[in-house]
């Protein structure tokens, strides 16, 4: 799922009740509800474009992301506390328990290599330019030379041209900070 359908699907968990899984299920506490979008939200902002989200019967979440062979974990119980998995290549490579929304957070690293995906979540759908008969290039009847157009022209420099770059001196100063 995307971040948004994600999304959208941990809003959905407000309408679970009591007894939801086949009798078994408390209701989701609005504050782990907030807590798992708050996490879905950071994936996406960190470049992650894959995430799910599952109810738990003892009223926690589970939000996933999800990128190639890095798989993030995070349930968050009904007291608002976070256990976190990573898991690199189906290896797991950290886990954590008891943590504050800040400190999960901290855990979702940047995707740098991805980071284009950030556009992702602005556009649905892709758009493309169809190709159509009135796109097509037409040539001119005849050839147009330079001799027409002799006042257009500007005489091209012999003189050999060399690089230069305007370096700012003294833009930075160096700040002494004591300890």
Same mark, same amino acid.
């Given at each position: 799922?995307?971040?948004?359908?994600?999304?959208? /699907? %941990?809003?959905?968990?407000?309408?679970?009740? &009591?007894?939801?899984?086949?009798?078994?299920?408390t209701a989701l506490p609005e504050v782990t509800i907030g807590t798992a979008l708050k996490i879905n939200?950071?994936? @996406?902002?960190? @470049?992650?474009?894959?995430?799910?989200?599952?109810? @738990? %019967?003892?009223?926690? #979440?589970?939000?996933?992301?999800?990128? @190639?062979?890095?798989?993030?974990?995070?349930? +968050?119980?009904?007291?608002? /506390?976070?256990?976190?998995?990573?898991?690199?290549?189906?290896? !797991?490579?950290?886990?954590? !328990?008891?943590?504050?929304?800040?400190?999960?957070?901290?855990? %979702?690293?940047?995707?740098?290599?991805?980071?284009?995906?950030?556009?992702?979540? &602005?556009?649905?759908?892709?758009?493309? #330019?169809? /190709?159509?008969?009135?796109?097509?290039?037409?040539?001119?009847?005849?050839?147009?030379?330079?001799?027409?157009?002799?006042?257009? #022209?500007?005489?091209?420099?012999?003189?050999?041209?060399?690089?230069?770059?305007? #370096?700012?001196?003294? &833009?930075? /100063?160096?700040?002494? +900070?004591?300890?």
């Amino acid at each position: 799922m995307n971040i948004t359908e994600t999304a959208q /699907k %941990i809003s959905e968990f407000r309408q679970l009740r &009591s007894g939801w899984h086949f009798g078994e299920g408390t209701a989701l506490p609005e504050v782990t509800i907030g807590t798992a979008l708050k996490i879905n939200r950071a994936a @996406g902002l960190r @470049g992650y474009a894959s995430t799910n989200a599952f109810p @738990g %019967i003892n009223g926690e #979440i589970q939000v996933t992301v999800y990128d @190639g062979s890095i798989y993030l974990e995070f349930t +968050i119980d009904a007291k608002s /506390k976070i256990t976190f998995v990573r898991e690199d290549d189906d290896h !797991e490579v950290a886990y954590e !328990e008891d943590l504050s929304i800040t400190d999960a957070l901290a855990m %979702i690293p940047l995707l740098t290599e991805h980071a284009w995906r950030l556009s992702d979540l &602005s556009t649905p759908t892709p758009t493309l #330019i169809a /190709k159509s008969a009135a796109s097509s290039a037409l040539r001119s009847n005849r050839l147009v030379t330079g001799a027409e157009f002799q006042l257009l #022209i500007k005489p091209v420099s012999t003189a050999p041209a060399y690089p230069s770059a305007n #370096i700012l001196r003294d &833009s930075t /100063k160096n700040i002494r +900070i004591h300890y």
